[in-house]
Nanobody, 118 residues
């Protein structure tokens, strides 16, 4: 099955930017339905940040609209998350995610830590 590997996290000051990458490797058995990014801050539930839906459009959480941009390079099997105007509220572990048709299996990466200092 496909393995998802995130990179690009780190420590940044408020107002700064980071670009996360998620590289997919391996053979996909199922067709992708959605792919994108979630995050989880300490003591909270994992939440959607930005995803490409089944029709190829991008959906964003209200809290990141206008600041974050999801993109992908299909030739490289990589999804990106450009994060601008970061604030302490964006501090979390960011996870790459794929969901597929015809299966309830959800694929997660190992996560990458993003810490924004005030």
């Amino acid at each position: 099955q496909v393995q998802l590997m995130e990179s690009g996290g780190g420590l940044v000051q408020a107002g700064g930017s980071l670009r996360l990458s998620c590289a997919a490797s391996g053979r996909r058995i199922f067709i992708i339905k959605t792919m994108g990014w979630y995050r989880q801050a300490p003591g909270t539930q994992r939440e959607l940040v930005a995803v490409f839906t089944s029709d190829g459009s991008a959906n964003y959480a209200d809290s990141v609209k206008g600041r974050f941009t999801i993109s992908r390079d299909t030739a490289k099997n990589t999804v990106y998350l450009q994060m601008n105007s970061l604030g302490p509220e964006d501090t979390a572990v960011y996870y790459c995610n794929e969901e597929y048709y015809r299966t309830s299996y959800v694929n997660w990466g190992q996560g990458t830590q993003v810490t924004v200092s005030s």
